[in-house]
Every structure is written in C-alpha cells, then in structure tokens.
C-alpha cells in the first residue's frame, strides 16, 4: 500500500527555515526584517538578491531563472528534482512527521472541547544553531554567570534566523530541541518586538526547563513567568525551576507540569505583582490546587525574579 502523504501537516509542522538548514543554507542568506534574502540554490544563481524567503509566510519566491515560488514542498520538489507526492515523502522522512489519514467529519451535533491551538506539535529541529557569543555584554549585565550561560546553551546570534538577538534554545518535555527564542539585547527599536519567536513554534506546547527540572527527580516545582526568570533562579540553586514563558497557563502545560508534580508534591508560584501575573497566578492556583500543595511566593510590587540577587531569591524559597 502507498504510504500516505499529509501535505497539510507538512505545511503546519515544517518551515522554510527548517528546510533550508537541512540543506545547510542558513549561513548564505542574508536577514532583512522577517525575509532571508540570497542567491537562488535551486538554479544555483549568481545574483544575491533574486532569491527571497518569507519567514512569516512560510514560502519562498526566485525572481530570477526558476520564474515563480511556492511552499516548503514546492522548494523540495524542486531543489530534489522530484514530484511534489515524493518531496512530501522526503519532507516526512527528515522531519519525523507520522500522518494520519483524515478522520471522517463529525456528525451534526458533535462537539470538540480540543482547539486547533490545543492540538499543535512543536516538530524538534534537525539542526542547531551554530558560533554563538556566549560573552556577550547583556548576558553579564543580566547578572548570568558563566556555568549558567553554558548549561543553558545561550548567545549571541550574529547571522541566521536570530540575528542581532541573543539565542535562548527550548526543548520539549522530553529533551528534544524544538526551536529557538531571540531576546533583544536590550530595549529594542520601536519596530522590533523584544522576543523573537520562529514561525510554526507553539509556546503553550512547551514549559521552558521541564525536561531538567524533571531530570533532578524531584516532584516540585518552582514555576516563574519568564525565560530570564527561571535562569536568575536556576542560578541561585534551584534546579526545579521552570517557566511558562508567558502570563497565562495552557492546558498542555498544565497537563505537562502535573505529569511531574504528584499529590505528594508541591508547585510554588513566583510571579511579579502586576495584574496580568496576579491573573495567572489566580488561574494557576485554582487549577493546580486540585491535584497537588501549591504555595505562593509573594514579591515586593514591580519587583520580578530576573531582577533579585541570588541571596535574595534565596531567602524567598527557603523551607
């Protein structure tokens, strides 16, 4: 039997940027805001700027010799000299990507408590990025030491995806590297937004550190809002540390935390004091304290974790 071919999935789960790093392209093209801008490598053309890819789109124009653009398939096909069905097949096979055949439509009446957000899968990368500063400046003026930098795998981007920005790897429960944040270094320009997330990541599929925190063995949890956080905590000695990387709770981080934390368990909730984290930290402990202790780590109004020094947040997490 065929094997069957979900070019929908295909298109949901894989980007042009994943694609052009399987081919090791990452390094030729130039960044101009959300575009990758270089020489065509289907036509293998000369001419730097005839070639343009969309990171937002999720497609790729040549202006040039191949006369026309596509989707992450149509570039295999063509790069590949193959009919769009084998460059599915190909993309399938690179990207780890098992389809299932359409499901037949629900019958009128049916209803589905699951959202299309809900069900999205973060497809692990196939590449890493490669020559990132890890002594650049705003590492140290964020109060982040060496071994912290390291463990984490964060720096400087100069070229690629995240140019400009510094580097933060997030992996899945399970360990598996699924995509890269860009934080300004700094505050940015009024056009930029201050992080950078890659088309086709799903942020609520992920809890930032869970796949470490898990490693330790423990069943608590310390549970921060953001990426810089849960470092400066990591830092102080807390090793259970996570983040949902945002100012709201998913239900598949919800169901991921809890997977860690038993009944016997504890999850402690340190948010800053502004209304958006007094919002979560209200939902989190509503739904939390059903199935595990949750205790809540009050601190001082304007003050956030990435900004205490480690006796500091020490103090606040002593038993």
Known sequence: MAK??????????????????????????????????????????????????????NNFNCFGDCHGGGNVIDFVSRMEGVSIREAGLLLQEWFQIEPEKEKPAKKEGTKTSVSPKEEAVNTPLKF????????????KERG?????????????CSKGLMK???????????????????????DPPEEEPKYKLPAG?????????LHRAQASGSNELILVEGI?????????????VVALMGSSLSRKQEELILKVVSKSGKISLMFDEDKARHNCRSDCL??????????????????????????????????
């Open 164 to 186: 400009g920005r510094i580097a933060v790897p997030i992996h899945d429960e399970t360990g598996a590297l699924v995509a890269y944040i860009g934080r300004w270094p700094g």
């Open 286 to 319: 509503k739904r939390f304290s059903k199935k595990a202790f949750v205790k809540v780590i009050e601190l001082e109004p304007d003050f956030q974790p990435d900004q205490m020094t480690e006796e500091e947040i020490q103090k606040l997490l002593a038993v």
């Open 201 to 209: 990541f799903h942020k609520a599929q992920v809890v930032f550190n």
């Open 144 to 156: 982040l030491k060496k071994e912290t930098i390291e463990y984490f795998g964060l720096g400087y």
């Open 4 to 57: 069957w071919v979900s070019f929908k999935e295909i298109k949901e789960k894989v980007t042009m940027a994943f694609v052009l790093a399987h081919y090791g392209l990452m390094d030729a093209l130039t960044q101009k805001g959300d575009n990758l801008v270089g020489a065509c490598p289907i036509h293998k053309g000369k001419n730097k700027n005839q070639f343009h890819v969309s990171l937002a789109k």
């Open 128 to 139: 890493s990025l490669k020559n990132l500063d890890p002594v650049h400046t705003y590492l």
């Open 228 to 240: 810089f956080d849960c470092l400066k905590v990591w830092q102080a000695g807390f090793p259970q």
